[in-house]
């Protein structure tokens, strides 16, 4: 029981959390607004991506919804025009 070893702590916390720590390399949209000078730090790049999707997602919305009866297809509906196509 003497000769018992263990191996150093902190390598086994590295292995364990090393994929939950930060990263110092930013992310490839935030670079690419930095170096075209649209922003200038990251915290106003990640600003102006948040904008992105909510604009994305209000029009994703406008358009399902605008899109009229698409969901309110019956089946005798989908059975007509394929007999038509035939």
């Given at each position: ?6 191996e ?10 090393g ?11 935030v670079s690419?607004?930095m170096?075209k ?18 604009v994305?997602?209000?029009?994703a919305?406008?358009f399902?919804?605008?899109?009229g009866?698409v ?6 509906q ?9």
């Amino acid at each position: 029981m003497e000769n018992v070893e263990f191996e150093n702590e902190l390598s086994n916390k590295r292995v364990l959390y090393g994929k939950f720590e930060s990263s110092s390399t930013r992310p490839g949209l935030v670079s690419f607004l930095m170096k075209k000078n649209i922003v200038k730090t990251e915290g106003q790049a990640n600003i102006i991506l948040l904008g992105v999707v909510i604009v994305c997602a209000v029009l994703a919305y406008i358009f399902i919804k605008s899109s009229g009866q698409v969901g309110n297809i019956t089946a005798e509906q989908v059975i007509e025009s394929a007999k038509r196509i035939q």
